[in-house]
């Protein structure tokens, strides 16, 4: 959120001005970009004022994308990436005193969404994984609620307007109430109503402190223009979410629009108390970005050669933990009907208890602690497979016949249980488990040991070493 600055102003003949002026493709900050960065954020460059950047210090990537528009020159557009936000021109014939001339990207709902438009129609776009990048705090916040997170609640609510905030969202996006926030007193100001794109009416509503920073401080900065110019409708309701910043967990209230995600945290000085979030940056690893060279560390042998060369599987795990790094476990794992039985036996401070993970041929996994041991019947002999299956025995057994719906999704065993060896990594946002009699990588989006379930894949390891 609140960054050292100073090293990144520059002083170009008596003016403050963004530090990208060229991009690397050869692409030049247009004139008009460059005027209203200045009238916007040029006074915070230079200190003459105490509030956080609209934009963002300088242009981070000044380039030019595909866009389907008449008026585009070999139907591509000028744009600048800043920390906050994205510069677009859309239509460079027009007039730059126009205060649409210049457009800021509607980054939050792509991320949101995976739908990135490519065009002035909106039916022309392209898709990809919603972004699982923390909408706030550090980069690597574990316990954040991700883009794509926040993108499940996209909806209508109801207007709320004077009542004090309490609702809470969690990192896997759950909701609830937590009564305790009513101390901090903040409360909804204002329901802001527009058409959806279906035709519906959608209603959000805007915290007091998030109304009174855009219509005191953002309308005024870009007038004759709104706030609406910079941050787009509300797409989810304000919530109170759990963040690491600067490495330690801070709570803070976030609200995400369809340009800008807004951030009140209580701890920070009164003129940066609301701030905008980095979704420039977010968007620009997102869509552009390779994890190998945002992480603090990147995987290495068969977790790393997976991890490097797909880029689904880096937007779905995220960074590798710090705290752990690949380690060697054992495991045991048997097949079934319509699934298969995993036991991974990590002791460490994330999973002290073994655990068995009940992968089902959907994708779909589930969790368990192995709360089997040897005083405890191996198996139930009123149950008796078909000729040629196996009712499991032990750990597997006990989830298999106590857990109800297991047995009936699963199936018999079509094996032996079975030992090996093999190691795992923890992830952001999932953990890699390698099994060396299979020379396969299972990818388990959802982390283990925070989660009870989640999506599973499994891949060949390819790595020779």
């Known amino acids: 959120m609140r960054k050292a600055l100073l090293a990144l102003v520059i002083l170009v003949a008596s003016l403050v001005v963004p530090a990208a002026r060229v991009g690397a493709t050869g692409a030049e900050l247009d004139p008009a970009m460059v005027a209203l960065w200045e009238r916007t954020d040029g006074p915070v460059a230079a200190g003459e004022t105490d509030r956080s950047w609209l934009w963002g210090p300088q242009a981070n990537r000044v380039t030019t994308e595909p866009y389907t528009y008449a008026p585009l020159k070999e139907n591509r557009r000028l744009v600048a990436y800043f920390d906050k936000s994205r510069m677009e021109i859309n239509d460079p014939s027009g007039d730059p005193t126009d205060p649409w001339y210049i457009t800021n990207g509607r980054l939050v709902y792509e991320m ?49 307007t004077g009542e004090i905030i309490t609702a809470t969202v969690d990192r896997n996006g759950t909701t609830g ?38 219509t005191q401080h953002v309308s005024p900065l870009v007038a004759p223009a709104d706030w609406i110019f910079v941050t787009g409708y509300p797409l989810t309701e304000p919530y109170w979410t759990k963040t690491q910043l600067n490495g330690k967990e801070t709570d803070v209230l976030v609200q995400c629009f369809e340009r800008r995600c807004l951030t009140y945290t209580p701890t920070n000085p009164d003129p940066f108390k609301v701030e905008m979030g980095n979704v420039g940056l977010h968007y620009q690893l997102w869509r552009y970005g390779n994890w190998q060279t945002s992480c603090p560390t990147v995987p290495v042998r068969g977790f790393g050669a997976l991890w490097s060369s797909n880029r689904e599987i880096r937007d779905t795990l995220g960074c590798p933990e710090d705290t752990t790094g690949e380690r060697g476990i054992r495991t045991a794992y048997q097949r079934f009907e319509r699934g298969t039985m995993i036991w991974v036996d990590v002791d460490d401070v994330y999973n002290p208890a073994r655990s068995i993970l009940v992968l089902y041929d959907d994708g779909t996994f589930t969790r368990y602690a192995d709360t089997w041991d040897e005083g405890q019947a191996v198996s139930d002999p009123r149950l008796a497979p078909p000729e040629g299956l196996y009712q499991p025995v032990r750990g597997f057994g006990k989830v298999w016949r106590d857990v109800p719906g297991v047995r009936d999704r699963l199936g018999w065993a079509v094996e032996p249980e079975r030992g090996s060896h093999g190691a795992y990594q923890r992830f952001s946002y999932g953990t890699m488990v390698w099994i060396e009699d299979f020379d396969q990588i299972w990818v388990f989006a959802g982390d283990l040991y925070w989660n009870t379930g989640g999506t599973w894949s499994v891949h060949n390891d390819t790595f020779d070493g």
């Open 112 to 160: 949101m969404t995976g739908r990135i438009q490519v065009g002035q129609d909106p039916d022309i776009y392209t898709t990809a994984l919603p972004a699982s990048i923390p909408v706030a705090g550090d980069p690597y916040s574990w316990n954040t609620p991700t883009y794509q997170v926040l993108g499940r609640l996209m909806g209508s609510a109801p207007d709320r």
């Open 177 to 214: 109430f937590d009564l305790s926030r009513r101390a901090a007193g903040l409360r909804y100001g204002a329901y802001v109503t527009f058409t959806g794109e279906q035709g519906e009416v959608v209603g959000h509503n805007l915290p007091e402190v998030f109304a009174d920073f855009l």
